[in-house]
């Protein structure tokens, strides 16, 4: 039974900052990678920054880098996601998930649970 609580979602004005957590519980992987997912109104759910837990490498999609920081707290077991300089076209649900990482290349989940998503919303 995993769980995944995903919160630090809000109304933020452009070019402002917010940090999302994600708390998991109930896995048991040694070799796991963890996403961070967005889903905006009438469009597909995309990954955003992934990272994997052997290596400690990063994926951040492209419309991010530069923007978005992924980490991660062993002790606390959660990853964050550090979002600055936000724009509107990041306004979006933002789901964590979990999972297997691929063998070759991306360091995102192949996804066995999700979290339930913060709400983001960028707006003046």
């Known amino acids: 039974q995993v769980q995944l609580v995903e919160s630090g979602g809000g109304l933020v004005q452009p070019g402002g900052s917010l940090r999302l957590s994600c708390a998991a519980s109930?896995?048991?992987?040694?070799?796991?990678?963890i996403g961070w997912f967005r889903q905006a109104p009438g469009k597909e759910r995309e990954a955003v920054s992934c990272?994997?837990?052997?290596?400690?490498?990063?994926w951040y999609a492209a419309s991010v880098k530069g923007r978005f920081t992924i980490s991660g707290d062993n002790a606390k077991n959660t990853v964050y996601l550090a979002m600055n300089s936000l724009k509107p076209e990041d306004t979006a649900v933002y789901y964590c998930?979990?999972?297997?990482?691929?063998?070759?290349?991306?360091?995102?989940?192949?996804?066995?649970?999700w979290g339930q998503g913060t709400q983001v919303t960028v707006s003046s």
């Open positions: 998930a979990i999972g297997r990482p691929p063998v070759y290349g991306s360091s995102c989940p192949v996804v066995s649970s």
């Open positions: 109930g896995f048991t992987l040694d070799y796991y990678a």
């Open positions: 990272i994997r837990s052997s290596s400690g490498s990063t």
